[in-house]
């Protein structure tokens, strides 16, 4: 599941993706976020991945999360989203995560490093060891 998104005057794909509110578990904020970003509902969200995001003016502790995908209708939607505006919502299979990653069309190298995650099935054992991924300038 991914978003287009238009972000500063940049267009790209990534999975729905957010912080969380105060008193929020993690797996909260993972459901509510992908509700809020692409109107799906999820359920039984459990953590793949742990990516520690290096950028010039900030690091983020990132969660990978996988799950059951309990209600999607595959369309184009748009609507704005905090500082970000979404325009379409996307069930992706390997071939177009495959051209997201090999046309640039994703915003930073954490997103291409979560779609490499999904495109070369390592999800498939989890492992919540820390990533380090380093944002070229």
Avoid at 58 to 68: C, G, H, P, S, V
Avoid at 71 to 83: G, L, N, R, S
Avoid at 97 to 106: A, D, G, L, M, W
Wanted: hydrophobic letters at 40%.
């Amino acid at each position: 599941l991914m978003i287009k998104e238009e972000q500063n005057g940049i267009v790209s794909w990534d999975i729905p993706a957010g912080g969380l509110e105060v008193g929020e578990s993690v797996e909260e904020a993972v459901v509510r976020e992908v509700l809020e970003e692409s109107k799906a509902i999820i359920k039984k969200p459990h953590l793949i991945r742990v990516f520690c995001f290096v950028q010039p003016q900030q690091t983020t502790i990132n969660f990978l999360y996988k799950a059951d995908l309990k209600k999607f209708e595959d369309k184009t939607i748009q609507y704005k989203a905090f500082d970000e505006v979404i325009e379409e919502v996307k069930l992706f299979n390997d071939l177009e995560i495959q051209e997201v990653i090999e046309q640039k069309k994703y915003e930073h190298a954490l997103a291409k490093a979560r779609l490499e995650v999904f495109l070369e099935r390592s999800f498939l054992v989890a492992d919540t060891r820390p990533v380090t991924i380093i944002q070229d300038n």
